[in-house]
Every structure is written in C-alpha cells, then in structure tokens.
C-alpha cells in the first residue's frame, strides 16, 4: 500500500478557495498558488522549493493546481 501525499488540496467550492489539508489536518483554504505557498509556509514547509505536480507530496482532488473557482463561478 503506498501512502498518501502528505498535502492535500480539496475540491474547488462553490464559494470559491480550496481547503488545504496536511498530514490530515486542515491549515486554511488557498483562493489561488499564492495563497497556497502562504499556508504552507505559515505550517513550517519550504514551499517556495516545491513541484506542486509532484504526486508524491500533493493529492490534488476535483482540479490540478491551476484550478480555484467553484463550479458554479466558472473555471
């Protein structure tokens, strides 16, 4: 069994943002890869030298990483 990525970033939302989990736990909602460097940071990650393609430490659930509008505020 291979484990998950340790950052996972969930659906777009209707209301717009993406809520941002890691290692299980909930840090914020990203509204853009901007924010989303931000909570990383903000939990003690060097995001500034990640790959967010990189599956082995992002899951990225409903959308890659360039997609942060909920379904009903376009794409």
Known sequence: MT???????CPPEE??????????QEIGRAFSL????ELLTGAGLDAAAT????TSVFEWR???P???????QGT
């Open 51 to 54: 790959e967010f393609e990189d």
């Open 15 to 24: 209301r717009g943002g993406r809520r941002v989990l890691l290692d299980g």
């Open 62 to 64: 409903g959308g890659g």
């Open 34 to 37: 901007y924010d989303l460097v």
């Open 66 to 72: 360039y997609s942060w509008q909920g379904s009903g």
């Open 3 to 9: 484990p998950s990525p340790p950052i996972v970033v």
